[in-house]
DNA sequence: GTATGTGCAAAGAGTTTGCAGGGTA
DNA sequence: TACCCTGCAAACTCTTTGCACATAC
């Protein structure tokens, strides 16, 4: 994962250029995007940032983390339920879920490339995006019946 | 793709033999999804089916689809706005999906399999499913400003 | 004949939006 | 001070559910 600290000052930068306002609640919501490897979701989010400001609301959550999807400061990884967000690595990457516990992890895979460029090829698409997902079981959950956490 | 009077045939038996009944309604719906290739919304099926049935309802073709889904005779690709379907390949495969018209495309890649080995290594997840989607332009939309067709 | 499927309307979940009041730059 | 941001509640979209009536087998 890249530095949290590094992330946290990347993201602040870009609101500043842009002007942006840095409000207490817009940068607790940095914080845990640039430091979180869990894919954090918009509610659990909110439970973290409360702790520190009671009195945010919901929708102040989805309006920072839409900011950032706006300004490419966080990647989202939408499913039909809900949406789940990395503001750690900010692009495309492959993912590994785990259908028990929700876990969501990057592997490091050689080769997504040239499959991007057979698609190409094939297709005559222009490609601008892409996402790759496995869905299984985590180590944990193949053994023991682990509890459902939905970060 | 598949033969789609086969496919309609596989699936008229499945549902068959696990005691289901064939309603005209539920066969108009696997008519569309064994034959199509443009990835049906729910909204097109429905479209379509009323054109024979006019008084189906659009919970009628939710539930034929989900019984569909449970019997794994169709794919859901979902994205968060809506889902999309595929009768005719009811199993995993790569996506191209325009952003401008909404077309997906199925093309035939080759080394999915060894980034799936990977990432089983790596993670020691127990892989049951996957998703590649591509996101463009598909070669229509990259040159004249074609009409949004939302399938 | 009987259980299953249909159609309508209401409920549900996650997300977005409008607006009045409050805080940042 | 001026404008942007927050927080609350209502609205929105897609999908699911409950229930009375209809119908496939």
Same mark, same amino acid.
């Given at each position: ?15 500043k250029?842009l ?9 607790a ?22 702790? *520190?400001?009671?009195?945010t609301?919901?929708?102040?959550i ?5 900011l ?9 990884i ?5 949406s ?8 495309p ?6 259908l ?7 592997p ?14 094939? *297709? ?28």
């Amino acid at each position: 994962m890249a530095d949290p600290h590094l992330r946290l000052q990347e993201m602040i930068a870009k609101l500043k250029n842009l002007n942006f306002r840095l409000t207490p609640q817009r940068l607790a919501v940095l914080k845990i995007l640039a430091a979180s490897t869990n894919h954090p979701s918009v509610e659990w989010t909110y439970e973290k940032v409360k702790r *520190t400001f009671p009195t945010t609301s919901l929708a102040t959550i989805y309006k920072t983390i839409a900011l950032l999807k706006e300004v490419n400061e966080v990647l989202e990884i939408r499913f039909s339920e809900s949406s789940r967000f990395d503001g750690n690595k900010p692009y495309p990457h492959p993912h590994m879920i785990c259908l028990k516990c929700k876990k969501i992890q990057d592997p490091d895979l050689i080769g997504l490339e040239k499959l991007t460029e057979q698609a190409t090829q094939l *297709t005559g698409f222009q490609i601008v995006d892409h996402r790759l997902d496995f869905f299984g079981l985590c180590p944990e959950c193949q053994i023991k019946g682990s509890p459902t956490v939905i970060p």
